[in-house]
């Protein structure tokens, strides 16, 4: 066998073996360590905040209480706000939307019955067709809106893993050194050299990518919270939350929220609204496009292609927690594969 043969087999084998072993992490390791696993983000995470407070001649412990007060504190403030906010909406929604069906359902009648005249199609029982739909369709609604309510009145539930990452994530970066040397010594003696390299590869593009990724993420929901709120509606934290979440899926973002919403505008008669929508869209887009290269230019990102199949991989493998664990686990992927000089990361 020729030695490029045997380079092949070999690199196949360690993609191969890294595959297996991020499967085997997410299903069977994470849910036992889940309040450590954040622990180990937040102390990647907060690490330069406290490097900086030891530079300006903060002891190391004093250093990490003040960064973890700092920035916890300001994240949990946010989002306690943000969460009331969504109780607050999601529960007004529940209310009001077996009114807004009823309201929409002459509607849709009037317009099915607009087309089958127009086009001189006979359709068994159209009204009984379009009742089944809407029914359905609300059925699907407020068992969503249901479920999302409860689960933000349940957060409290999860204080206690909360607690644990906070803790675990202090004497993480308090003993920062003492982790790296058991790390080390841990692994096998001919991966002790590549640890610092590893380390700098897979934290710089592992944080590098969920902090541009929450960037854009919030960058859209705050947009389209803001264009929603100008265009009047009453849920707009709400449906800016669903926008930022829809940016998560490549290609699609809040696209997929406003343009069919526009397009009800313009079906309905109410053309003003339906633009109004689009230039909503358009700007959330333009803003986009205008940040995007700049967060994901140092090469953390994932091509896009690559990022479809990992998040078709992670959702198929893992359900719904795939939309984070599938492109998560292929930036450490490319990341580990890049410090080891793995192809398609080889260095000439």
Known sequence: MGADNQRYLKALATWGLLLVAAFV???????????????????????????????????????????????????????????????????????????LVKSAQ????????????????????????????????????????????????????????????????FFLIRDKRVVGAMLEWVLPPGMQHRLPTLRTEVVRGTLGFLRAQLFLVATTAAGTTIGLLLYGSHYAVLLGLVAGLLDL??????????????AVMFI?????????????LAGVALVRQLIEPRLLGSGTGLHPLAALVALYVGIQLFGPIGFVVGPI?????????RAAGLPPFVKA
């Open 25 to 99: 992490f997410w299903r069977f390791v994470v849910p036992y360590t889940v309040p450590f696993v954040i622990a180990a983000f937040l102390a990647a995470l907060l690490d330069p905040v406290v490097a900086l407070g030891e530079r300006v001649g903060l002891p190391r412990w004093l250093a990490t209480v003040a960064s973890m007060v700092a920035v916890l504190g300001g994240v949990l403030a946010g989002l306690g706000l943000l969460v009331s906010v969504l109780v607050r909406e999601l529960a007004s929604l529940t209310t009001q939307l077996p009114g």
């Open 106 to 169: 002459p509607v849709l009648e009037s317009l099915v019955d607009d087309v089958v005249r127009v086009g001189h199609v006979k359709l068994p029982s159209v009204q009984s067709l379009v009742h089944s739909q809407i029914t359905t369709a609300y059925k699907i609604t407020a068992t969503v809106l249901h479920t999302l309510l409860v689960v933000l009145l349940g957060l409290p539930n999860v204080l206690l893993v909360a607690v644990l990452a906070v803790v675990a994530a």
């Open 249 to 262: 899926i490549p290609f699609l973002g809040p696209t997929a929220l406003l343009a069919p919403w526009a």
């Open 268 to 280: 309905i008669g109410q053309p003003v609204a339906g633009l109004e929508l689009l230039v909503v």
């Open 329 to 337: 686990t292929a930036v450490v992927l490319k990341a580990a594969a």
